[in-house]
């Protein structure tokens, strides 16, 4: 059984609060899962201590047992200290689209007849 440490939504429409919880990769997000181990809860400052609260003992004990954590969670737990998370790296990320580099060549290449036709 392949176990996953995800988040399960909870809340109402526009107030999330989250459970970090062991699941079976197959069920779905806010269906059954085997153990709470911990919540996040979006809404409080970013430097409160109830923001994300984890059980270390238990997401251990099940990291052990070969349950694997989302990126989402993998986040938290590398800021609790309970495992390291790469850093990651996308310089491509930030670079505009093919139709984006289209439109501004476009755009350039009629700047460039209109400063032409005016210095004729």
């Not at 429409?13 to 997000?29: E, G, L």
């Not at 400052?45 to 251990?60: G, P, T």
Request: net charge positive; hydrophobic share 40%; glycine share 6%.
């Amino acid at each position: 059984m392949a176990l996953k440490i995800r988040l399960a939504r909870g809340g109402s429409k526009k107030r999330p609060f989250y459970q970090v919880v062991i699941a079976d990769a197959r069920s779905p997000r806010d269906g059954r899962f085997l153990e709470k181990v911990g919540s996040w809860n979006p809404m409080l400052a970013k430097d409160d201590a109830k923001r994300v609260e984890l059980n270390n003992e238990r997401i251990q004990h099940w990291l052990d047992h070969g349950a694997l954590p989302t990126d989402r969670v993998l986040r938290f737990l590398s800021e609790a200290g309970i495992v390291t998370r790469e850093a990651r790296s996308n310089p491509t990320k930030g670079k505009p689209g093919k139709k984006a580099t289209e439109r501004a060549a476009e755009a350039k290449q009629k700047a460039d007849d209109a400063a032409a036709a005016a210095a004729e």
